[in-house]
C-alpha cells in the first residue's frame, strides 16, 4: 500500500454496470434507441428539470448549448477562465467571444462582482462554471442576467449532485451541461447532458445533435413525400450519444447519491487533517450549498513554505500521488494568446494558478488510500514547512 499509485480521480464500474451494457449489446438498438430517452427522462428527474437531452460528450453539451442559445459573431459571453478550455472554446465554436471574469478568491468561483464589471452592449451570456462541484452565486448571477437580459449557461461538469438553496445544479439557469467523462461523478464512458426547462430550446437541442434534422412533420417546412421522409433544417452536428453508454448511465445515476456520500466522507477526513497544517488552505464552501465534490483541490499558503507549487507538486508525484492541478487559466494557452489574450487580465485567477493541487478523490477510494494519501501529502508539506 505503500507504494501504491492512488490516481486523483478513478470511475467505479460494478456488475450491475457491465449486466447493463451486455443487455443492451444484444438488444436490437446500439443507438438511437430507448434507452437514450430513459436516460434523459430519468437525468431530468434527478436533477428537477422539464427536459434532459444527451449528447457525445461534455464539449458537445456546451457546444449545443451556445448554439441553441443564439450566441453569434459579434456577441460576448462572460465566464471564467478557471475551467476546461471546452467551457470557453464553446464560445469561439459559435464565431463570439469569450471575456473572462475573475474569481471570489474564497470560493474559486466567477465572481459577480467581475461579471457586472465585463458587461457590454455586446454580451449576450454568461457562463458560470460549478468550479470542483461548488455552485456559483446563482442569485446574484441570475440578477444580472435579468438586469441585462442575458443567458446563463452553466457549465455543470463538476456539480451532478450539487445542489444550490435546496435547488439541484441542473434546474437553475436557462441551460445547465453535464458531462460523463470517467473522472467525473457518473460515467457513460464518454458523453453529456444538456438539462433545461424551456420547450423550445429543447426542441433546438434535438435537432442540433443528430444533424439539424428533424423527423416531426409538424415541423417540416416543405410537403412530405411519403413516410421515409425527412428534412435537414439547420446546420447541426452528430453529437450523439449510443444506447449502450446511456444503458450505463442509468445505472451509474441510481448510484450516484451513494457515490456523493462517499466523497463527503473522504472530504470531511481531508478537512479535518489538513485544516490545521500552515501551509495549506482547506477548500471553503459557499452558504447554503452542497458541492458534488468532483474534485479536491489543496491550496499551498506559499509564503509559509520553502519551495514553489512545481516543487511540491513534483514531490507529491513521486510518493505515487497522482495529483494534477485545475486548470491551467483558458488564456494562458498559446491558442488563445494567439487570440490577442494577455496575462494580467484576471489576477486573483492568476495568483490562485500558482498555488493550487489537486489531490486524489474518488469513490472507490477504500480507507486505506485515503490514510495514506493523508500521510504522504503531510509528510511532503512539513519537509517544507518553514
Known amino acids: 500500500m505503500s507504494n501504491e499509485f492512488i490516481p486523483y480521480g478513478s470511475q467505479w464500474i460494478d456488475k450491475h454496470d457491465i449486466e447493463a451494457v451486455v443487455e443492451t449489446l444484444k438488444s436490437d438498438y446500439l443507438t438511437t434507441g430507448p434507452k437514450i430517452k430513459e436516460f434523459e427522462n430519468k437525468f431530468a428527474d434527478y436533477v428537477d428539470a422539464k427536459y434532459a437531452v444527451a449528447v457525445a460528450n461534455g464539449t458537445a453539451a456546451l457546444h449545443a448549448a451556445a448554439y441553441v442559445a443564439g450566441i453569434k459573431k459579434g456577441d460576448e459571453v462572460v465566464t471564467t477562465p478557471l475551467t476546461f478550455a471546452a467551457t470557453a472554446n464553446s464560445v469561439l465554436y459559435q464565431n463570439a467571444t469569450p471575456v473572462f ?38 442569485d446574484e448571477i441570475k440578477e444580472i442576467a435579468a438586469r441585462n437580459d442575458l443567458i446563463i449557461i452553466e457549465d455543470g461538469a463538476h456539480a451532478v449532485g450539487a445542489t444550490y438553496k435546496d435547488q439541484k445544479i441542473g434546474s437553475i439557469g436557462d441551460l445547465t451541461t453535464f458531462s460523463f467523462h470517467p473522472v467525473k461523478n457518473m460515467t457513460t464512458g464518454e458523453g453529456g447532458m444538456i438539462t433545461t426547462d424551456s420547450k423550445e430550446l429543447y426542441n433546438k437541442l434535438m435537432k442540433f445533435r443528430t444533424h439539424g434534422i428533424t423527423k416531426d412533420e409538424s415541423e417540416y417546412l416543405n410537403s412530405s413525400d411519403g413516410p421515409w421522409y425527412h428534412e435537414q433544417q439547420e446546420l447541426g452536428y452528430n453529437y450523439r450519444i449510443t444506447d449502450i453508454q446511456a444503458a450505463l448511465g442509468i445505472t451509474q445515476l441510481e448510484k450516484l447519491d451513494k457515490f456523493l456520500a462517499r466523497r463527503i466522507e473522504i472530504v470531511n477526513r481531508y478537512n479535518n487533517e489538513f485544516k490545521d497544517i500552515e501551509g495549506l488552505i482547506i477548500p471553503e464552501q459557499l452558504e447554503n450549498t452542497n458541492s458534488a465534490w468532483h474534485i479536491y483541490v489543496l491550496q499551498l499558503k506559499l509564503e509559509k513554505l520553502t519551495a514553489d507549487r512545481k516543487e511540491i507538486f513534483n514531490a507529491l508525484r513521486e510518493k505515487n500521488l497522482g495529483v494534477n492541478v485545475h486548470y491551467i487559466p483558458v488564456y494562458f494557452h498559446p491558442y488563445y494568446q494567439s487570440l490577442g489574450y494577455q496575462k494580467g487580465i484576471c489576477p486573483k485567477v492568476e495568483k490562485l494558478y500558482e498555488r493550487i493541487i489537486t489531490i486524489p478523490l474518488y469513490p472507490k477510494m477504500n480507507d486505506q488510500q485515503v490514510d495514506e494519501v493523508i500521510k504522504r501529502i503531510k509528510s511532503i508539506i512539513n519537509k517544507y514547512q518553514k
Open 101 to 138: 471574469a475573475d474569481i471570489n478568491p474564497k470560493t474559486y468561483n466567477i465572481d459577480p462582482e467581475s461579471i457586472k464589471e465585463k458587461i457590454t452592449n455586446k454580451t449576450k451570456a454568461i457562463i458560470p462554471v460549478h468550479y470542483t462541484g461548488q455552485p456559483c452565486e446563482m
